[in-house]
C-alpha cells in the first residue's frame, strides 16, 4: 500500500524539486499537483491524499490556511515548504508533520519521508506499526585495517560529514560510512538526540542551552564544544531535555 | 554658530536681575511713595525686556560680533531707561508730588534702571553662547559616531559579498560535474547562511551564541566544499555563550584559516576555536594549519578586524597574528568581558 502523495506550490520549479525527489523512494505514489490554494483545497478533498507537500507562502490563499479549514480528521499528513522561515510554530500547531527549508536537502527530505513512512501506519489504523530496530550496543568502525567496536554508551555526539558521520567517543573520533539519519535508528531516542540537520548529541552531554533570536540554539557540551541546534528540533529538544534528569537548570529560557 | 536656543533661556536670565531689583527696593518698602516709583520702574525693566531679547535673538541669528552688539545695546538701553526716567517724573507730577517735567535731572539717577538692563543683556548672552556652544558640541559627537558607524557598516559588508560568490562558484562547478547532492547539500548550507545574516538588525554586535551560529553556518558550507581535508574543533568555556562580540568578527579569520592554510593542505588539516575567559577579558583564538611562506601577505580579513576592533573597543583590545613555532598560524583576540543581558 503506497502513501498518495500531493504536492501544493505555486512555483513549477518547485514542485519539479519535491517530484524528482519523490520518485527515488519506492513507497510514495504521487496522486496530484496543484498551484494555488483554492485548487489545492478541492483537490484534497476529491483525491483524499495520505501526504502533502505544501509550500507555505502562495498567492491568495497559503499553504497554512489551506490546512487549517480542513477538519483535523481529514487532515492528511503535510509536510510544509517554506524559504523564510516564520511559521514554525504554526507548523506545529497544525501538527505538521515536518517543515523542509527552501532550497531543500536531500537528507532533510529523506528524514521527512522516514517520518512520514512511520507514522503512515498509526493514521491508517489498518496495519500494526512496524516494529522499531532494538537500539545498536556497538558501532564497528574501521581504524586502517583492521575494525574497532566503539560501544553505543561512550559515543558522545555523531557529525555528519558528507557521506560519512564522524562519532565523537571519549575525545576520540570515527569515521563511518554511514548516513547520519540510517544511524540516528539505531539509537536509543532517550539517550540521543538529532539536534541538527548535521549532527546527534547524546543528551547527557548538553551542558548549556542559549536560544538564538531565529529560534535556533547553541549547544554547549561538557567537552566545551558548541554545535548548532536548529530550530525544526528544538521543540523534540526542549521537551526530551526537561525530560532528562541530568540536564543543568542553568540555561537561559528567554526565547 | 546659529544654534537656537529656548525661550526659557532669556526667562532664567531675567530672574536674578529681577531678584537683585526686588531685594534692592526693600529697604523701601515702608515708603509708599518709593514704592510706587520702584513698582513702576521693575514694570517698565519687565516690559523692555521682551524688545531687548527679540533684539539680541535676532542679532545672534545675523551672527553679528560681540562689539556690535555691544555698541547698540549699550545706548539702547540707555535710552530705555531715559524714557523710565521720564515715566517715573509723569507719576511725580500725576501724585502732585512735582509741578512739571525737570528735563535736566533727567539723566540723574538712571544707575539702577539702566544697569539691570545691561545685567539682564549680559546674562542673557553668556547663556545663549555658553548653550549654543554645548549644543554644538553635540552635533559635533553625533556626526563623529556617525561617521564610524558608517565606517563600521562598510567594513562589515566587505566581508559577505567576497564569501558569496565564492561559495556560489562551488555550487556551479559541482553542478558542472554533476555531482548533483553535493551541490544541493551546499545550497542548503549557503542558504542557512543567508538565512542568520538576513535577520541581523544592524547591529555591531551580538551575543557569542550568534556569533557562533554563523560562523557554523558558515563553516558547513566549507565542510561540504573540503569534506575530509578538514577537520574542525570550536569550544568555548562555561557561561560565555551571552558575552558580547563583534558581529561577523570570527567569519573573515577562519575564511583565512581555511582559504590561505588548510585548503592549500594537500593533507587533512585542523582548524580550532577556541573562546575562553581570563579574568574580566574575553580570549577568542583561531589556529590552524598552514604552509608558513603562503600565508604571507594574506591580510584583506585580517586588517579588517583590527578595524573594527580598534573602532568598537579602541586601547581596550588587542589582536596578535602571526605563525608559532608549533608551526600552525594563530589569531589571538583579547577584548572586555561584557554580558549581553547588562547591554540588551
Known sequence: MNI???????????????????????????????????????????????????????????????????????????????????????????????????????????????????????????????????????????????TVLVPVAEVERIEADGDYATLHAG???????????????????????????????????????????????????????????????????????QQHAHFSTQQSTDL | MKVETPLLVPVLAALPVCACMVILGLPAASHGY???????????????????????????????????????????????AIVNALLGQSLGISLGMESGYRWASLARGLDSCWLALIAFCAVHAVAVYYLSLQQARLHLAQAQSAARDAELRALRLQVNPHFLFNSLNAVSALVSSQSNREANRMLACLADFLRATLTHDGRHE??????????????????ARLGERLRLTMKAGPDLLGTVVPYLMLQP????????????????????ILVERAGERLLISVQNDGHK???????????NVRQRLHHLYGEAQEIQAGWRADGRFHVQISMPLRSMQAAP
Open chain 2, 34 to 80: 518709593i514704592v510706587a516709583f520702584r513698582t513702576l520702574f521693575f514694570v517698565a525693566c519687565l516690559l523692555w525686556l521682551i524688545p531687548l531679547t527679540l533684539l539680541q535673538r535676532a542679532m545672534w541669528r545675523r551672527e553679528w560680533s560681540w562689539l556690535r552688539m555691544g555698541a547698540l545695546l549699550l545706548p539702547l538701553t540707555y535710552a530705555m
Open chain 1, 4 to 146: 498518495r502523495v500531493v504536492i501544493i506550490d505555486d512555483e513549477p520549479l518547485a514542485r519539479l524539486a519535491v517530484e524528482v525527489r519523490l520518485a527515488r523512494h519506492g513507497a510514495f505514489e504521487l496522486v496530484g499537483q496543484f498551484g494555488d490554494g483554492a485548487s489545492a483545497s478541492a483537490g484534497i478533498a476529491a483525491l483524499k491524499p495520505d501526504l502533502v507537500f505544501v509550500d507555505v507562502e502562495m498567492p491568495g490563499k497559503s499553504g497554512l490556511e489551506v490546512l487549517a479549514v480542513l477538519p483535523p480528521a481529514r487532515r492528511p499528513m503535510a509536510i510544509l515548504l517554506t524559504a523564510y522561515d516564520s511559521f514554525a510554530l504554526q507548523a506545529f500547531e497544525l501538527a505538521a508533520l515536518d517543515y523542509l527549508l527552501k532550497p531543500v536537502d536531500d537528507e532533510r527530505f529523506d528524514e521527512a519521508l522516514e517520518r512520514a513512512r512511520q507514522a503512515f501506519p498509526y493514521r491508517s489504523g489498518s496495519r500494526a506499526p512496524a516494529l522499531a530496530v532494538p537500539p545498536a550496543l556497538h558501532f564497528s568502525v574501521r581504524a586502517g585495517s583492521r
Open chain 2, 293 to 303: 611562506r603562503l600565508h604571507e601577505g594574506s591580510g584583506i580579513g585580517l586588517a
Open chain 2, 253 to 272: 579569520l577562519v575564511e583565512n584559516a581555511i582559504r590561505h592554510g588548510i585548503a592549500l593542505l594537500s593533507a587533512p588539516g585542523q582548524l580550532d
Open chain 2, 206 to 223: 551580538h551575543a557569542l551564541a550568534d556569533e557562533l551560529a554563523l560562523l557554523d553556518a558558515y563553516l558547513a558550507i566549507e565542510k
Open chain 1, 171 to 241: 575525545g576520540k573520533t570515527w569515521l563511518m560510512r554511514e548516513s547520519l539519519h540510517k544511524l540516528a535508528m539505531q539509537l536509543d531516542p532517550r539517550q540521543f538526540h538529532r539536534v541538527h540537520r548535521s549532527s546527534i548529541v547524546r543528551l547527557d552531554m548538553i551542558a548549556e542551552l542559549r536560544p538564538l533570536t531565529n529560534r535556533d540554539a547553541m549547544l554547549r557540551l561538557r567537552d566545551g564544544s558548541v554545535l548548532r541546534a536548529s530550530r525544526s528540533y528544538m521543540p523534540a529538544l526542549s521537551e526530551a531535555l
